[in-house]
């Protein structure tokens, strides 16, 4: 089986990438700045690495064949997409699998210009690369909205729509593009339905057993325009199957009915 080092391998898309590349059988290492104590599994070795100044990345990627790349911060993503793929080049990395997010292209937020960036720095390495754009985590809506409901009254983006993924349906299609051979930009991957953000947020709310004032904001600027333009949206890749509700409900232990979401056309 590929040895395959995932970096982010501590995180919500990580965890998941991880556990599934373990049960394919594949070698993994799982690269953070700070794995946890009982990392250590059959199959599995952990590195604690900083990718914001390289430290400890050498030896991390030496002898692995597909690197996956799952780390992503507010800041510096660019750069440590630089010193992975250099690290990389140096190994004899074959293949560098991304993951991004639709929308980098067209939405004019500065984290997506980002990820466009390092989009691009995959897509120059010279190493055999993968690209997969999926929309939004359902685990992000709910971070999202958790946050807000400290508040009394709760502001939701008027005519804004979302297309949440589940990350352990992102995780498989990452885990099968690591597998084969480097395929460039592949089609997107989106939730099975389109929903508004107020339904989102009034779903979730319902499903924590708390209750908000959401007050509909129109907020000016390019960023919101695009958003309600739709381009977050992937409704031609409509190809995940669990939806946002199912998430909620899965997490309440089935107490949840969620509002009705429009199914995405394929």
Not at 114 to 130: C, F
Not at 146 to 164: D, E, N, S, T, Y
Request: aromatic residues 4%; hydrophobic residues 40%; positive net charge.
């Amino acid at each position: 089986m590929t040895t395959i080092l995932v970096t982010g391998g501590t995180g919500t898309l990580g965890r998941a990438v991880v556990a599934r590349l373990l049960a394919a059988g594949h070698d993994v290492r799982s690269l953070s700045r700070r794995p946890p104590a009982d990392a250590e599994r059959p199959r599995l070795r952990s590195y604690a690495v900083d990718l914001r100044d390289g430290s400890g990345l050498a030896p991390a990627v030496a002898g692995v064949e597909t690197v996956v790349h799952c780390a992503s911060s507010p800041r510096g993503d660019t750069e440590a997409a630089g010193r992975l793929v250099e690290a990389a080049r140096a190994a004899g990395v074959r293949h560098l699998v991304c993951i991004s997010i639709v929308g980098v292209d067209r939405i004019p937020l500065g984290y997506y210009r980002t990820k466009l960036d390092v989009e691009r720095l995959i897509a120059d390495s010279g190493v055999g690369w993968t690209v997969l754009r999926t929309t939004q985590f359902h685990d992000l809506v709910l971070r999202l909205v958790k946050a807000g409901a400290r508040l009394p009254v709760l502001p939701v983006p008027a005519g804004v729509r979302l297309q949440p993924v589940d990350v352990r349906e992102v995780a498989a299609r990452l885990v099968e593009l690591a597998s084969g051979a480097p395929a460039g930009r592949v089609a997107d991957l989106g939730g099975p339905e389109v929903r508004g953000a107020r339904d989102l947020v009034r779903d979730t709310l319902r499903a924590g057993g708390r209750r908000r004032v959401l007050v509909p904001v129109w907020v000016p600027g390019k960023v919101f325009g695009a958003l309600r333009r739709g381009e977050n949206l992937t409704l031609r890749h409509a190809d995940g199957t669990r939806s946002y509700g199912d998430f909620l409900a899965e997490r309440s232990g089935g107490g949840v009915e969620a509002g009705g979401g429009v199914k995405a056309g394929r």
